[in-house]
């Protein structure tokens, strides 16, 4: 059985939609591996049965406030993407990370060494 968290700082964030909440829970579940997640908006609309501009909507309002890092590859001489990586973040220093191989990253702290 698997099972995802919410940071309490993430999940008591009242200005957040319950939709990001539950969006941030997936993407760091799916950064444990590699630190990042690499999931497309489509996947996450399917997950959740809405629309494109939900999610989009959704990454947004977790990068407006801080909670996620979005990083672009480009194809080589164009503006197209080839790759997005998206980082949670979380900016509470009292969140225990010793569970996790890859850790959400905390704002101003190197990732520990495993």
């Known amino acids: 059985m698997t099972y995802n968290m919410i940071p309490n700082e993430v ?7 319950p939709i ?4 941030y829970s997936d993407l760091c579940s799916l950064s444990n591996l590699e630190g990042y997640c690499f999931a497309m908006n ?11 501009n939900t999610i989009i909507s959704s990454l947004k309002e977790l990068k407006e406030k801080d909670y996620i890092k979005v990083e672009y590859t480009y194809k080589k001489d164009s503006k197209e993407i080839e790759m997005r990586k998206i980082t949670p973040l979380i900016k509470s220093q009292d ?5 996790f191989k890859y ?3 905390k704002i101003g702290v190197p990732l520990p060494k495993i």
């Open 42 to 52: 489509r996947y996450f609309a399917k997950l959740y049965d809405k629309s494109l």
């Open 95 to 99: 969140i225990i990370v010793n569970n």
């Open 103 to 105: 850790p959400i990253i």
């Open 20 to 23: 990001s909440r539950l969006l």
């Open 11 to 17: 999940l008591h964030d009242n200005e957040l939609k």
